[in-house]
């Protein structure tokens, strides 16, 4: 994993670099060292060349002195000396140039004094033989003596330089083996680490083919993933922008431009000619936010006014985080969006909420009177009619009778009617406090409430042990008591109500009209025995003064089950009914667990 995370970096390609930079230096370091080489040995060998040829020199010039020598002591002829006396000149100069040639070896310069001395010694019974010649002292003994005595010395200094010969061959030759040892492994060497270098360099080609195709690649794909986000700032009514925190540089995108209803890159971007743009009585307001931009990671979301090019007020909603790219460089990157219609549709919104509040306020004034106002006259005339009952209802003729009945029958229905608004506004306009209750004690409450009209009913009330919930108490009291209230009234003629409440928890995907916004649920039902209904008119109980009998069949509003629906919502919950003509109805609850 590592290995290959290397080769995918570019330090791979680098450390090939160097490697194949330093195999080249060192090859380079081996070729100089073996031409160095090279041209020594070539320097040796023609070193050992010319002091080969000055020794033949030297002994060739040695000859021709005694050559000339003979001549004269033969023919007493002394243009034979002429190569005499000439050879001492070239003897002395050959000899300095040996001596020269070998000054870098101690065993011809050791050899070099002895050949000096065999030389000088002869060229001394030279010039004594010549010297007894001149003299006409003619001694055959001596003469003959001094010529062994030179044949002797030649022939030492004949041996003399045939031992430098032979030292400057065995040199040479020291000097061809030491060449030929360097030579042999040098193209090895240099071969396998030109094969190294070029696996080195094949592997770093081929690293950057691919480093190439992948750049090809990636451009390609930023190239689509830029235009789709132009395009994407196009349909979406934004703009993004980059601050380069090295450089303190802005770049705008196109979209930018046009937010700001410029044509695309028309001016440099920059952020004081970009708050030339923005409403006078937000620019301080702006200014102050971008400040943070070089102090905190994030420019959190602020929404400000803008004065496009053709005058136009705008709404502009501004965020941006800093961001560190591949190079290790941090750049502040943000978003510039068109929010002109969702402000203008929050103001629309709030201006619609004050107006609903002022509707609120006036239901609260109509409730008020409700509750006060109007119940009022109705007890005034419930008390008149109750006294007209008492003292003169016999008076009354049949029909005075039957119209005060009907009049008492109506009052009560008001009664009644505005008795049932109240509680739907309660509901409606109640405070919610949410807290935990225990569902039993407010059953057990509602069945209390309603405790008359069971006797009377002779009615059966069975409930299973109910959950412990965070609910609004009085709603759930007043839920219970409208539900249970509904099955003692359309219960049937000489049959006593039985109803059964229920209680179990259950999982979302347990009941098909049940949302997943909540795992579990509270299913609470209440089952009747009553007259039931129509399933067809499972949902229209529900709504507000909807009724399925006459007034006259029996008693109500029509606002009870609308009230029960109406608490439910209030607890995020559902209500639903099932139905069975002559068999009954059965209400269930589902309150989130």
Known sequence: MRYTQLQKSPVFLKIIFVISVAIIFFIGGITFKHITV?????????????VNAELERLISYIKDAETGQRGYILSSDKSFLEPYYKSKILVRKSFKRVSKLTANSRTQQSNLKKLLFFINKRQNYLSKSLYLKEQGIYDQEILKNNLIIGKQTMDSIRIKIEDMMITQHRLLKNRQQEYESTMNYTPLLIYLTLIVTLV?????????????????????????????????????????????????????????????????QSFEASLAVFLNFIHPEDLEFVIEKTKSIHTHNDLAPFTYRIIKKDDKIRYFRTVGRIVTIASGDKTFIGTTSDVTDEVQAQNLIEERNRELENNNKELTAFNYIASHDLQ????????????????DYS??????????????????????????????????????????????????????????IIEDKKAIVESNQLPTMNVIPFQIQQLFINLISNSLKYSKAKTAPIIKINASIITHNEEDLLPNSNSKYYKISIEDNGIGFEQEYAKKIFI??????????????????A???????????????????????????????
């Open 38 to 50: 090279l041209k020594k040995s070539s320097a040796w060998v023609s070193n050992s060349h010319e």
């Open 200 to 264: 080195l360099i094949t592997i770093a080609f081929i690293k950057m083919n691919k480093d190439l195709v992948l750049l090809k690649n990636t451009i390609n794909t930023l190239s689509v993933a830029n235009e789709a986000n132009n395009l994407a700032e196009i349909v979406g009514g934004c703009g993004s922008w980059q601050l380069n925190f090295e450089t303190n540089t802005y770049t705008f995108s196109d979209n930018e431009y046009r937010l700001l209803g410029c044509e695309p």
């Open 376 to 391: 009022e006259p109705l007890r005034k005339i419930e008390t008149f009619l109750s006294r007209l009952v008492i003292k």
């Open 395 to 452: 008076n009354l003729s049949k029909s005075g009778q039957q119209y005060v009945s009907s009049i008492q029958s109506s009052a009560n229905r008001m009664r009644v009617l505005i008795h049932d608004l109240l509680q739907f506004s309660r509901t409606n306009k109640g405070e919610k406090v949410f807290e935990e209750a225990d569902l039993n004690v407010l059953l057990e409450n509602a069945k209390q409430e309603l405790a008359q």
């Open 563 to 593: 009230i029960c629906k109406k608490i439910v919502e209030n607890h995020k919950g559902f209500i639903v009914a099932k139905g069975i003509p002559d068999e009954g109805a059965t209400f269930i609850i589902y309150l989130p667990a």
């Open 544 to 561: 507000l003064f909807n009724r399925l009998h006459n007034k006259n069949e029996y008693e109500g509003t029509g606002i009870g089950l």
